[in-house]
């Protein structure tokens, strides 16, 4: 008989997933959100919460229902190549390139600028980052359970600090929602739900739910159904706190612009916010919290991102890899926060669509007989519609104009796609392109992929 496992097992491993999926991006992003959002921050919540944390849920059950050892093991059914080149794309996304740089670029925002002069915040900043890659440096190469045991600790004491902040958020508030700003104004959902990417956890999900996995078999659960079940309840766990926090966090956002006013990063907030409620003392909690946890996260990162590429390639040893990585970070974390969020939508818009559309072909994998064909061809249509989209973000965020080929492109696709202006252009045409293969799959019985 199938072991069953207690709610305090799930209780867990959700809490381990929460640690795992709250970093950097999990803060900043509703707090901004929310300051721009203003009245309409209703729609523009649910539409990050979407992408926030329903893409991420996905994410987790889509490597427990597929049977697959790793991302690139499942990413291999579309072609060998194509999931090294995934894989290895998305490590770096969520690792070196945006994610891990973003860890010590919020935790000075966030912690150290506040008691920082304007003046000295440049060379602030490349002193403090210095540190921190440093220390991740050093525990990357040198695991200690001392990071284990700091993330343990880390995790509930960050949900209770700031539940305590957003309690006093909704008895207090420090204002008024304002009027929404920019494109808030008349497409609030839709830019909630393309800020949603940003958090990058849909994209961290395909690499996370494998841990989770792990640590569910090593508790004695090995029948696939009842691996998908512990899965999808220990996920539900983790995903229900960011999607309390992210609510929270949002509304803080919009009732702070009357306060402070509009921030370009989501990081000033929260510090204001800090101690605007409980004064030096606060402000001080909250950057001590804050640092660790984003240290926690890049540490993660560096040893998750050696891990895969040492196993790739492992002529290189996994010291260089990390070494390489986090000296990479740095240089990448004293461009600043905002320009790191800038330059890392393109990537996303680009990753995102394969992402999850990888995950959508998992789950309907068995209709079409797990067929080779359906997974070329409805990866083939995505990136056809995500590369242009990756390509516009890119000249919209250097402010060039388009290539003459791409506003071309751009322009018929707006003619011809549904919801393209809403950035999901790619979305109808790859159920199409689905619906049209899977049909000769089964009449034709053309081959199939083998599917552990």
Partial sequence: MQKKLPFSSYLVIGVMLFALFFGAGNLIFPAQLGQYAGTNLWPAVIGFLITGVGLPFLGILAMGFSGSRNLQELASRIHPVYAVVFTSLLYLTIGPFFAAPRTGAVAFDVGIAPFVPESFKQVGLLIFTLLFFGVTL???????????????????????????????????????????????????????????????????????????????????ITNKR????????????????????????????????????????????????????????????????IILACLTTSIGLMIACGEYFHELMPKISYKKYVTFFTTFCFVISNVGLANIITYSIPVLMLVYPLAVVLMLLTFLSPLFKHAQIVYISATITTFMVSSVDGMKALCDSLEIEYFEWLSWIISFYKRTLPFYNDGLGWLLPVLVVIVLTGIFVRVRRYSVVEVS
Avoid: C
């Fill in 138 to 220: 050093w525990l990357s190469l040198n695991p200690a359970k001392i990071v284990d045991r700091v993330g343990k600790v880390l995790s509930p004491t960050i949900i209770i600090l700031l539940l305590a902040l957003l309690a006093m958020v909704v008895l207090k508030p420090m204002g008024e929602l304002q009027s929404p700003e920019d494109v808030y104004a008349s497409g609030a959902f839709m830019k909630g739900f393309t800020e949603g990417y940003n958090t990058m956890d849909a994209l961290a999900s395909l690499v996370f739910g494998i841990i989770v996995i792990n640590v569910i078999r090593s508790m004695g």
């Fill in 226 to 289: 009842s691996i998908l079940a512990a899965t999808a309840k220990s996920g539900g766990v983790a995903t229900a706190f960011l999607a309390i926090l992210y609510v929270g966090i949002a509304y803080l956002g919009a009732t702070s612009t009357q306060a402070f006013g509009l921030f370009d990063t989501g990081g000033p907030v929260l510090s204001g916010a800090s101690s605007y409620y409980f004064g030096t003392f606060g402000s001080v909690m909250l950057a001590v919290i």
